[in-house]
């Protein structure tokens, strides 16, 4: 199979469903979002982080192929077809375990923070702006375009980002910088 089709020369893209949609269509815009998330969520990685940060990213970004199928999916049925791009409760569920287990390894917050830090602290600061920009952009597809439980993913997975940055930075020994 080749990487180039063609297809995409005139401006338009294809959705799951066989629908021909312009690039800067919404829903692709979202999708951009969240491949462009899974891509510094690999960068993050190759930055270097400890193992269990490093498996817990990797199954972030297959939560991400999940999620962006969903998203190329106007019609809802992929995830019918396809187990592994199904996201479920259980997922959003695990995402707050995460959030847990992460706080009670780092001093509670009790100011804002500038973004920065050690180079994994950072780039996930950069990865959980990306992650409100997608969450920005789903929510503009309207109420019924998505299933609810995409918003509440991409909403928890944003603040788990956050809370593993700060994880990163201490790790690190690198200090907040208090705004």
């Known amino acids: 199979m080749k990487i180039y089709t063609r297809t995409g020369d005139s401006g338009e893209t294809g959705l799951f469903d066989g629908t021909r949609v312009s690039k800067h269509d919404l829903r692709v815009e979202a999708y951009g979002d969240v491949d462009e998330l899974n891509a510094v969520l690999g960068l993050v990685r190759a930055a270097g982080v400890d193992p269990d940060l490093d498996e817990r990213l990797q199954r972030l970004q297959r939560d991400l192929f999940a999620l ?3 998203l190329a999916d ?4 992929i995830a019918e077809r396809v187990t592994k791009a199904a996201l479920v409760d259980e997922d959003v569920t695990r ?4 959030i847990d287990e992460a706080e009670a390894r780092i001093p509670p917050l009790r100011r804002f ?3 920065g830090g050690s180079q994994a602290g950072a780039l996930l600061h950069v990865a959980r702006t990306i992650c409100r920009r997608a969450e920005r952009r789903i ?7 998505v ?8 909403n928890r997975l944003s603040d788990l980002l956050f809370v593993l940055a700060r994880l990163a930075n201490a790790r690190a020994g690198v200090a907040e910088a208090e705004w």
Do not use: K, N
């Open 147 to 154: 299933d609810p439980g995409v918003l509440a993913y991409v």
């Open 139 to 145: 929510v503009s597809l309207g109420q019924d375009a």
């Open 74 to 77: 106007p019609r809802h049925r």
């Open 68 to 70: 962006g199928s969903r």
């Open 113 to 115: 923070i500038l973004p």
């Open 95 to 98: 995402l707050e375990a995460w």
